[in-house]
């Protein structure tokens, strides 16, 4: 790793052991092993289940909520790889999320999402609306959905699939172009219209 590497905040929103989520991360920590460093956040399940009562500033902030709060803080950009739950988002990670929107850690923050799932595109856009509301910086490249993630995917962190390969590599380019500030605001993805 060197000293120059791009900080990446990785989080699962699967939290199974064999999970092809944390396995996607683990294949992306590989492809991009000489520019980034990829440290995957592993306390979803123990983060209290959201309630503005005991959000920051009513009461002194949860330990395991202000850790991860800070590891957002301190990440360069945020790779969320997750997969459709009920067609939905995972309630886990949707949870987490929830105990940013006061404190905005996604607020300008670099973020590739990647949902790999059986289908998963409705709880992509759901999670996608939900990031770019709390004023996540994604581009259409930062952005990809993986259907049928189970046959494109090995045991060994490696992507079998070639066109997979190539968006997933398209994506890291892509998210590194938004960190190193070449992508105009313009090409980033507006924040969806609230009716
Ligand atoms: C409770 C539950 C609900 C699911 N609902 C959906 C769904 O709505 N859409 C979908 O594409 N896959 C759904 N799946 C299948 C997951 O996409 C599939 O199991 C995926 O591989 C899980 O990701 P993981 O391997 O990272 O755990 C569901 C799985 C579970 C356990």
């Known amino acids: 790793m060197r ?3 791009i900080n990446i905040l990785a989080i699962s929103g699967s939290t199974r052991k064999s999970s092809s989520n944390i396995n996607l ?8 092993a ?12 123990e983060l209290p289940h959201f309630n503005p009562d005991l959000d920051y500033g009513q009461v002194p902030e949860d330990e395991k909520v202000a850790g991860f709060r800070k590891q957002l803080r301190d990440a360069d950009a945020v790779l969320i790889c997750t997969p ?6 995972p309630g886990t990670l949707k949870n987490a999320i929830d105990w940013t929107v006061s404190t ?3 607020s300008k923050k670099p973020v590739a999402l990647i949902t790999a799932s059986t ?12 990031l770019l509301i709390i004023e996540s910086k994604i581009s259409v490249d930062t952005q990809l959905l993986i259907s049928g993630i189970q046959t494109k995917l090995n045991s060994d962190f490696h992507i079998t699939d070639e066109d997979t390969l190539k968006k ?5 380019s892509a998210l590194t172009s938004i960190v190193k500030g070449e992508i105009q605001e313009s090409q980033l993805l507006p924040a969806p219209l609230l009716n």
């Open 3 to 5: 000293t120059d590497s």
């Open 168 to 172: 997933v590599n398209q994506l890291i």
């Open 25 to 32: 991360i683990k294949a992306i920590a590989l492809l991009t």
């Open 84 to 89: 459709e739950y009920a067609v939905g988002v």
């Open 119 to 130: 289908a998963g595109s409705r709880g992509h856009q759901s999670l996608l609306g939900t």
């Open 104 to 106: 905005m850690e996604f």
């Open 34 to 45: 000489e520019n980034f460093s990829v440290s995957i956040f592993d306390g979803l399940t």
